[in-house]
């Protein structure tokens, strides 16, 4: 076995355990020679450049993106409602109908995200939301904000589907649910920043010509496209452009990468892996999880609307809002401390994280509303949906191989992710109790539960059977060895789970 010269150790004695020679690698047309081993301390140093360029980007643009989705329930507050005469029934379709946008969005954008440059098409669908964004400080009227809302789920469709893809193309199976968290924890910061962003907004141009809601949605707006242009000049798309790593280290990349049988981005669109998709069991288990999840959304958008209608002034409920967001950061590090002891059973740290929230909506039901900080610290609880949502998403990360395939999958998740938030707010019309969205959001929960243990059922006796066929000597030929290869002996960069037998699924 050779060592890479930049691997050998001055002394020229070699490290322990070295990473064993792998195939050679194809990719786009080139094989790349891997027949040199990495030492450990090598893939840590690429890694730690990973984490410390690619996953920063993906947080900000995170933290944008929830923050410019949530500034609609800071705004409320601060008179969007009353300076645009809106019902309760209108309000309740400008959250819905951002996820129409977003809705109608997913459907091109499966087939943009596979066929073009992932990280250039996302960095300018940011400057695009940016800028429209700004253009909700500008509506009138009921009729004109719901119209920018729309353009604004609409621009904002690419995002969470593709940070799945680019989780996946960037880390291995077992860094999925860290990283994951990471950018999900982003909703929380962003739920504490903007409620101490409007706070102060609020207090700074309090007798201004320009209403402190029109303000948010400028500061935020403009915010998002400068990221946006960044975004768009930094963030690679894979090994062989990635900027910051020497030509060892993205040899390394590859490599390591090659081991969970990832190839990085690629743009190409496959009609049977589309079909494989849309007949896999698993994927429809992830679209109901998108449902579900987000059933309970209008928690985030309401909560401040509950605590201020229960006697709290516009100022005290920006105060009284901002520790939910840092309630779910909270129990989303728990959760992911769940997964750090116990690797091989995220599905159940997803049943543990549904308690809180099932609890605090069981509570916003029960309490009385002059009940005061038992109803705040209920809406707290209640809107820590994002701990949930983050081991989902680590594991369709995780469970789904091949590019148009995961793209679809995805894509399938934030599509059931907006039919929850199209038609959960709707059931949120009644002040201040919102019985009908309580409920909702009970029965979803316990909904979500079963379906996580079924979920759970399937990947284990999918994983039992190829254990089993293997071991009679069944296995196909094409996941003969530790890497999926094709007809030439080389490395498959764009196989699918279930056309290669030596994946095993997560759960």
Known sequence: MDIHPEDKPKDGVLPANPTAAQPPI????????????????????????????????????FLLQYL??????????????????MTSTQYS????????GQLVAEYPFIYLMSRLHLTKFVGATIVIWGIICMCLAAPQNFAGFAAVRFLLGFTEGAVSPSFVTMTAIWYRKQEHATRTALWVSM??????????LMYGIGRTTAGSSLQPWRTLFLVCGALTAAVGVAFYVLMPGGPKDCWFLTP???????????QDREGGDKTSFSVP???????????WFVFAFGVLVTMQSPVLTFASLVINTIGYDKFQTMLYTAPSGAAQVLLLWIGVAGCWLFPHNRTLVVLALIIPPFVGNVLLLKLSLDSGWGMIVSSWL???????????????????????KRSVVNAMFFIGYCAGCIGAPQLWTEKPRYFNGVVAGIITWCLLFVVVLCYRLVCVRENAARDKAEEQGTAS????????????????????????RKFRYSW
């Open 26 to 61: 194809e990719e786009k047309g080139q094989i790349l020679d891997v027949s040199a081993a990495y030492t450990p301390e090598k893939e840590k140093r690429v890694l730690r450049k990973i984490d410390c360029t690619i996953l920063p980007m993906m947080c900000i643009v």
């Open 68 to 85: 410019d989705k949530q500034s609609l329930s800071y705004a409320s507050v601060f008179g969007l409602i009353t300076d645009l005469n």
């Open 93 to 100: 379709w400008c959250s819905s109908i951002f996820y129409v």
């Open 187 to 196: 909703n929380g910061v962003a739920q504490v920043l903007g409620c101490l």
């Open 248 to 258: 060892r280290e993205k040899e390394v990349l590859s490599l390591r990468m090659a």
């Open 273 to 283: 892996q589309l079909r494989e998709a849309l007949l896999d069991p698993k994927a």
């Open 382 to 404: 209640a809107s820590c949906i994002t701990a949930v949502m983050s081991p989902l998403l680590s594991l369709a990360a995780s469970n789904v191989k091949g590019n148009t």
């Open 477 to 500: 030929e094409e996941g003969r060895g530790e890497i999926a290869l094709d007809d030439h002996g080389a490395f498959r960069t764009d196989c699918t789970d279930r056309e290669d």
